[in-house]
């Protein structure tokens, strides 16, 4: 099945901290640029190339997704898939699959050769072109942390590629007509071959009526062929990310472009909206090799991949992989656990993540390596790196403020800088008001109470979304604890101490104390917008949310509804900007700064007075 769930729940897998065949690349390519980009969690900023890929995989989906027997050149029809309320496929859902209630098309219309077939893909193309592109253009515009201008997005070179992935495509529908079906052509005709997860078609899960294309004997027509060659792919219209598969064990994660299945082996297809050329062709070959191994993994050790290819929609052409041997498919597993264990279970400081830039790899159109393969200069894949203005190995000053104090609103702010943020905390005092804790069978616990400590008081609970697990069963109202680890916070003018899996409340006596009234929760703080990480849109998304560098680090600064100042909108990235009067927080295992609706966000340098990122 190209699509493994794994429930996390209870198994002390972070799902939002999987390895993932990207990080292994980006690990091997530089271990220090994997620090700033998972650790600190700096995005890269999003160039207009992203439109032409976007684009160019929406709209060959929804041309794969359709029947020439079901569906004319010219037709307005959308197979929209019916979506759960977690933006999956609803295949629970049997009367909402629009294919089920379509009338086949007089046969006399139907593509019978390979050009009438082709003709009938690129009306479909003209038709599903612009919505597809216009969605891409439009998911790029929203995104603040974008790069470039939009007249660097080529429609006419995305139709191009799109045509070409059409072609590529209609290759295997022709070879399955020349092996007149392939193994399961009598079982398709029969409506007995739908596999566990079937390809987007417009047809629910369960469905064992016979295709309206499907003939009762005879040679296999162009029709069937298209059919019966149909790789299963992402349903364009799933929600990002939801149709990936996980490890068996919940730790590694991948999202596979297409499996073609129709002669009864496993070929899976990377799709790139390129030429090949450039170090990331690199990537491709590795990651479509990661993708093998968890094929692997994720059916018993029992099936093994036929092959693998990249195809590059800008040359139309199929870059054929090697396939790992068993042998290494078991290297794999080790090495990976080990990397994972290193990498996202643990929390490597920046020492653990060396400056090892790996040689920059050259590869021609089509992705073939050049002659030589490698550039001569050790560090040439540092002249273009993201981070290169934060990195020892690079000489770019990216003049990141280190203050620590400003003069605004006729006041004077003392700054904090974001490696003094203390976001965690130790508090003992007496339980009152306790509520709980109950331990359900996953080992979930519900609790609340107020911590006391002479007049002074703090909310204690669990932090939202997590799942505290150290806690004493001795707890009780009166009873003297030390709350240890805790997330500082601040609700309603009320000290709030946020509890998550790396926390305690033990019990302790008199002698011990850890002083309510220390715990800091406000802090100010002056940094450089290095991204844009969410902007409310009125739908989906109700917050805004910034990471800020200064000399000392990273902070992550988030504001939600109504605490999001006027100022936000006109923040862009490279501006140096000021925090003021927020709240202590910590997200991901770094510091993070939360509006109130008494924050402020101030403008002091503009992103063209600073050097670029």
Same mark, same amino acid.
């Given at each position: 099945?190209?699509?493994?769930?794994?429930?996390?729940?209870?198994?002390g897998?972070?799902?939002?901290?999987?390895?993932?065949?990207?990080?292994?690349?980006?690990?091997?390519?530089?271990?220090?640029k994997?620090?700033y980009?998972?650790?600190?969690?700096?995005?890269?900023?999003?160039?207009?190339?992203?439109?032409r890929?976007?684009? &160019?995989e /929406?709209?060959?989906s #929804? @041309?794969?997704?359709?029947s020439?027997?079901?569906?004319?050149?010219?037709?307005?029809?959308l197979?929209?898939?019916p979506?759960?309320?977690?933006?999956?496929?609803d295949y629970?859902?049997?009367?909402n699959?629009?294919?089920?209630?379509?009338d086949?098309?007089?046969?006399?219309?139907?593509?019978?050769?390979?050009?009438?077939?082709?003709?009938?893909a690129?009306? !479909?193309?003209? $038709?599903?072109f612009?919505?597809?592109?216009?969605a891409?253009?439009?998911?790029?515009? *929203?995104?603040?942390?974008?790069?470039?201008s939009?007249?660097?997005?080529?429609?006419?070179?995305?139709?191009?590629?799109?045509?070409?992935?059409?072609?590529?495509?209609?290759?295997?529908?022709?070879?399955?007509?020349? /092996?007149?079906?392939?193994?399961?052509l009598?079982?398709?005709?029969?409506?007995?071959?739908?596999?566990?997860?079937?390809?987007p078609?417009?047809?629910?899960?369960?469905?064992?009526?016979?295709?309206? /294309?499907?003939?009762?004997?005879?040679?296999?027509?162009? =029709?069937?062929?298209?059919?019966l060659a149909?790789?299963?792919?992402?349903?364009?219209? &799933?929600g990002? $990310?939801?149709q990936?598969? =996980?490890?068996?064990?919940?730790?590694?994660? %991948?999202?596979?472009?297409?499996i073609?299945?129709?002669?009864?082996?496993?070929?899976?297809?990377? *799709?790139?909206?390129? @030429?090949g050329?450039?170090?990331?062709?690199?990537?491709?070959i590795e990651?479509?090799r990661?993708?093998?191994?968890?094929?692997?993994?994720?059916?018993?050790?029992?099936?093994?991949?036929?092959?693998?290819?990249?195809?590059?929609?800008?040359?139309?052409?199929?870059?054929?992989?090697?396939k790992?041997?068993?042998?290494?498919?078991?290297?794999?597993?080790?090495?990976?656990?080990?990397?994972?264990?290193?990498?996202?279970? %643990?929390?490597?400081?920046?020492?653990?993540?060396?400056?090892?830039?790996?040689p920059?790899?050259?590869?021609?159109?089509?992705?073939?390596?050049?002659d030589?393969?490698?550039?001569?200069?050790?560090?040439? #894949?540092?002249i273009?790196?993201?981070y290169?203005?934060?990195?020892?190995n690079?000489?770019h000053?990216?003049?990141?403020?280190?203050?620590?104090r400003?003069?605004r609103?006729?006041?004077?702010?003392? +700054?904090?800088?974001? &490696?003094?943020?203390?976001s965690?905390v130790?508090?003992?005092?007496?339980?009152?008001?306790?509520?709980g804790?109950? $331990?359900?069978?996953?080992?979930?616990?519900?609790?609340? $109470?107020?911590?006391?400590?002479?007049?002074?008081?703090?909310?204690?609970?669990?932090?939202?979304?997590?799942?505290?697990t150290?806690?004493?069963?001795? +707890?009780?109202?009166?009873?003297?604890?030390r709350?240890?680890?805790a997330?500082?916070?601040?609700? #309603?003018g009320?000290?709030?101490?946020?509890?998550d899996?790396?926390?305690?409340v033990?019990?302790?006596?008199?002698?011990?104390?850890a002083?309510?009234?220390?715990?800091?929760?406000?802090?100010?703080v002056?940094?450089?917008?290095?991204s844009?990480?969410?902007?409310p849109n009125?739908?989906?998304?109700k917050?805004? &949310?910034?990471?800020?560098?200064?000399?000392s680090?990273?902070?992550s600064?988030?504001?939600? !509804?109504?605490? @999001?100042?006027?100022? /936000?909108?006109?923040?862009?990235?490279?501006?140096?900007?000021a +925090?003021?009067?927020?709240?202590?927080?910590?997200?991901?295992?770094r510091?993070?700064?939360?509006?109130?609706?008494?924050?402020k966000?101030?403008?002091? !340098?503009?992103?063209?007075e600073l050097?670029?990122?």
């Amino acid at each position: 099945m190209p699509v493994r769930t794994f429930d996390a729940a209870g198994t002390g897998i972070d799902p939002y901290r999987r390895l993932s065949a990207s990080q292994t690349n980006l690990w091997t390519s530089c271990p220090r640029k994997w620090f700033y980009a998972y650790r600190h969690g700096l995005k890269g900023p999003m160039p207009p190339v992203i439109i032409r890929g976007n684009a &160019a995989e /929406a709209c060959l989906s #929804r @041309i794969m997704q359709e029947s020439p027997v079901l569906i004319a050149p010219d037709s307005t029809t959308l197979l929209t898939s019916p979506l759960t309320m977690d933006k999956d496929p609803d295949y629970d859902d049997t009367t909402n699959w629009l294919a089920q209630r379509l009338d086949a098309r007089p046969e006399g219309d139907w593509p019978d050769s390979r050009e009438a077939l082709e003709t009938w893909a690129l009306a !479909r193309l003209d $038709f599903h072109f612009d919505a597809c592109w216009e969605a891409a253009v439009h998911n790029w515009k *929203i995104t603040k942390n974008r790069s470039g201008s939009i007249e660097d997005a080529d429609e006419d070179e995305c139709r191009v590629m799109i045509a070409a992935g059409i072609r590529m495509h209609l290759d295997e529908v022709e070879g399955c007509l020349e /092996a007149n079906g392939g193994p399961m052509l009598e079982a398709w005709r029969a409506g007995e071959a739908r596999p566990d997860s079937p390809a987007p078609d417009g047809f629910p899960l369960i469905w064992n009526t016979p295709h309206k /294309a499907a003939r009762s004997s005879g040679e296999v027509t162009w =029709c069937e062929a298209w059919e019966l060659a149909r790789p299963w792919f992402v349903d364009p219209d &799933a929600g990002q $990310f939801k149709q990936a598969t =996980c490890h068996p064990d919940g730790w590694f994660q %991948g999202e596979y472009d297409m499996i073609y299945r129709w002669n009864g082996n496993i070929r899976i297809i990377d *799709i790139k909206a390129s @030429i090949g050329k450039g170090d990331r062709s690199g990537d491709y070959i590795e990651q479509l090799r990661l993708y093998a191994w968890l094929w692997w993994e994720t059916h018993d050790h029992t099936e093994d991949v036929e092959g693998l290819e990249v195809w590059y929609l800008g040359t139309g052409t199929v870059k054929v992989i090697r396939k790992p041997t068993e042998s290494e498919l078991k290297d794999y597993e080790k090495e990976l656990k080990e990397l994972y264990q290193k990498l996202r279970a %643990g929390d490597p400081s920046e020492a653990d993540c060396p400056t090892k830039p790996a040689p920059l790899r050259i590869f021609e159109e089509g992705g073939k390596a050049a002659d030589p393969p490698t550039d001569p200069d050790p560090n040439a #894949r540092c002249i273009r790196c993201d981070y290169r203005g934060l990195c020892e190995n690079v000489e770019h000053d990216l003049d990141l403020p280190l203050e620590r104090r400003i003069e605004r609103f006729g006041h004077a702010w003392p +700054i904090t800088p974001f &490696a003094e943020i203390v976001s965690r905390v130790d508090a003992v005092g007496n339980v009152g008001l306790l509520r709980g804790p109950e $331990f359900d069978e996953k080992g979930i616990i519900t609790f609340r $109470f107020d911590l006391k400590e002479g007049y002074d008081k703090a909310v204690v609970k669990p932090n939202y979304g997590k799942n505290p697990t150290n806690i004493s069963r001795a +707890i009780a109202n009166g009873v003297r604890v030390r709350v240890k680890n805790a997330i500082p916070g601040i609700w #309603r003018g009320n000290i709030e101490l946020l509890l998550d899996e790396e926390s305690e409340v033990v019990i302790t006596d008199d002698e011990d104390e850890a002083p309510i009234v220390e715990i800091v929760t406000q802090v100010n703080v002056v940094g450089r917008v290095w991204s844009i990480d969410a902007i409310p849109n009125g739908v989906d998304v109700k917050r805004w &949310a910034v990471t800020l560098l200064d000399q000392s680090g990273v902070c992550s600064v988030v504001a939600f !509804r109504g605490s @999001i100042p006027i100022t /936000a909108a006109s923040v862009e990235r490279g501006d140096e900007v000021a +925090i003021l009067n927020g709240t202590i927080g910590e997200f991901g295992g770094r510091a993070q700064v939360k509006l109130s609706p008494s924050s402020k966000v101030v403008h002091l !340098r503009a992103n063209d007075e600073l050097p670029a990122f």
